[in-house]
Nanobody, 125 residues
């Protein structure tokens, strides 16, 4: 599967952005999909994930209550709605997929086999 993240941009603090992760080559519903973010000089950080069944979602404490991850199986995408954005949310955001139908940890970058290119999110104060 190939994943492509898009939807990043520049937004003021308190604003919203919606990121999407489009899958090609296989249906995204086969994969647990996660979003990670990275700033220069730091490790890639877990943001959110949704299980391949769609029944479970996971969030980093720093985004809980502000971000929401969801699937759109008709469009073969996984979306990340980001509200109440803060300057500290500024990063390059990546989507990633696990081995199809895998059930296991979702919080580490090493749990994922497939990565899309990043999309930049900049939140100005």
């Amino acid at each position: 599967v190939q994943l492509q993240a898009y939807g990043g941009g520049l937004v003021q603090a308190g604003g919203s952005l919606r990121l999407s992760c489009a899958a090609s080559g296989r249906t995204v519903s086969s994969y647990t999909v996660g979003w990670f973010r990275q700033v220069p000089g730091k490790e890639r950080e877990f943001v959110a994930a949704i299980s391949w069944s769609g029944g479970s979602t996971y969030y980093a404490d720093s985004v809980k209550g502000r971000f929401a991850i969801s699937r759109d199986n008709a469009k073969n995408t996984v979306n990340l709605q980001m509200n109440s954005l803060k300057p500290e949310d500024t990063a390059v955001y990546y989507c990633a997929g696990q081995t199809p139908f895998y059930i296991g940890s979702v919080y580490s970058a090493s749990d994922y086999n497939y990565w899309g290119q990043g999309t930049h999110v900049t939140v100005s104060s």
